[in-house]
């Protein structure tokens, strides 16, 4: 029984995982990472730039395996950063605050008012 009650619930613990740690990055809005450079990030943007002193969350990408054949993208937080500065069109610099960063990892903007 033990073994039919541990089959069941994988299925709902792999659907259920990735609305925990939010939604998907929706590449619209949110950013990737281009440059790492110790604590310096440069944070590029399709459409529109956080604000200096905006939080952004950085995510990152891993792929696993549902039913042995479909693999799924799931996005999970390694960290914040703080912007900066506005680099070039399209990207800004930031600090990393907390956790890691790397290249091609995506930001997303932390809701709320800029931090002072």
Avoid at 37 to 64: A, F, K, N
Avoid at 71 to 76: A, D
Wanted: charged residues 15%; aromatic residues 6%.
């Amino acid at each position: 029984m033990k073994t039919l009650t541990q089959t069941l619930a994988l299925p709902l613990i792999l659907i259920m995982a990735p609305l925990a740690h939010g939604s998907d990055p929706d590449p619209t809005h949110d950013g990737w990472v281009s440059h790492v450079d110790d604590h310096r990030l440069e944070i590029c943007y399709q459409d529109g730039l956080p604000p200096v002193g905006q939080t952004v969350q950085i995510l990152r990408v891993s792929y696993y395996t549902v039913n042995k054949a479909f693999f799924r993208q799931q996005f999970r937080s390694s960290g914040g950063a703080r912007i900066l500065a506005s680099s070039s069109k399209g990207c800004v610099v930031g600090e990393l605050t907390a956790g890691t960063a790397e290249r091609t990892d995506h930001a997303r903007s932390i809701t709320g008012a800029p931090s002072s």
